[in-house]
């Protein structure tokens, strides 16, 4: 006789997630719930808007220790103005990110002037939102974090496999979200300042993930609102913060 846990669900029996284009009776697409239970079990990807600009801190989840550290990559600048993250098939991630920075360079050449952030994410939204309703197609299996510094100031946004966004203060996506939403929740205010930010972040990431988390794991990038730069968070500065994480 066959273990009553390893039956087959209703839907799965009807075939209801074999198939982007079909609903099942209680009016889900399962696929694209499963591409968003995919994206829960990736890196965790952290994202903020502060009073001088915005932040990005991911975790690279290492996971071998022959991998470059510095090869892996979890922010990206889409241009000057604007950076991203991200959480689940990385690969994924980066098809979306190449199509956002080709948009913002053919921006710059038609108009002269620096794309604004939503543009970024309608476009990006629009293409996840196209693979939930094609068939032959998957959905993205990857949610973004895409933050920059436009003419109406710091936005930041976070886009999942559905093709909706919403514009967030702060935002976590991938492994620890609902703990590390609990601690920003707790701990952002409107006057953190990229500096404080940063030590929310790493914080949270050393509480929930791993006491022995090191600063090769962490990929840090800002976007300050008076350069409109995106750069690379300095090594020194994550090893510090993460330090004093650590005595706690």
Same mark, same amino acid.
């Given at each position: 006789?066959?273990? #009553? ?13 074999? &198939? ?11 696929? $694209? ?5 995919? =994206? ?8 903020? =808007?502060?009073?001088?600009? $915005?932040?990005? =801190? ?5 996971? *071998?220790?022959? $991998?470059?550290?510095?090869?892996? /990559?979890?922010?990206?600048? %889409?241009? #000057?103005? %604007? ?6 098939? %990385?690969?994924?991630?980066? +098809?979306?990110?190449?199509? &956002? ?13 620096? %794309? *604004?952030?939503?543009? @970024?994410?309608? *476009? ?17 299996? +990857? ?6 510094? #436009? ?20 935002? +976590? ?11 920003? *929740? ?9 500096? /404080?930010?940063?030590? @929310?972040? $790493? ?16 990929? &840090? &990038?800002? @976007? /300050? @609102? ?12 994550? /090893?510090? =913060? ?7």
């Amino acid at each position: 006789m066959e273990d #009553d846990n390893m039956q087959p669900m209703p839907h799965q029996l009807m075939g209801y997630d074999r &198939a982007i284009t079909m609903f099942s009776p209680d009016g889900r697409l399962l696929q $694209v719930e499963y591409a968003k239970k995919t =994206v829960r079990q990736g890196s965790t990807a952290i994202g903020m =808007v502060c009073k001088d600009g $915005v932040l990005f =801190v991911t975790d690279k989840r290492i996971v *071998d220790k022959l $991998v470059v550290p510095e090869s892996i /990559e979890k922010t990206w600048k %889409i241009d #000057d103005h %604007i950076g991203a993250t991200a959480s689940g098939i %990385i690969s994924d991630a980066r +098809v979306l990110i190449e199509r &956002a920075q080709l948009k913002a360079a053919q921006h710059r050449v038609t108009y002269d002037t620096p %794309i *604004d952030v939503l543009s @970024i994410v309608t *476009d990006i939204a629009s293409l996840k939102q196209i693979c939930t309703q094609s068939a032959g197609l998957r959905p993205f299996g +990857v949610s973004t974090i895409i933050a920059g510094i #436009d003419n109406t100031g710091a936005k930041l946004f976070e886009t999942d496999p559905t093709g909706i966004f919403f514009q967030y203060k702060a935002t +976590v996506i991938g492994e620890g979200e609902a703990e590390i939403s609990e601690i920003l *929740d707790q701990e952002y205010t409107d006057d953190v300042t990229l500096e /404080e930010g940063l030590r @929310i972040c $790493v914080n949270a990431l050393v509480r929930i993930l791993d006491k022995k988390f090191n600063v090769e794991r962490i990929d &840090a &990038a800002y @976007i /300050e @609102i008076k350069e409109k730069a995106f750069r690379k968070m300095d090594r020194s500065r994550i /090893e510090k =913060v993460l330090r004093e994480a650590k005595k706690k």
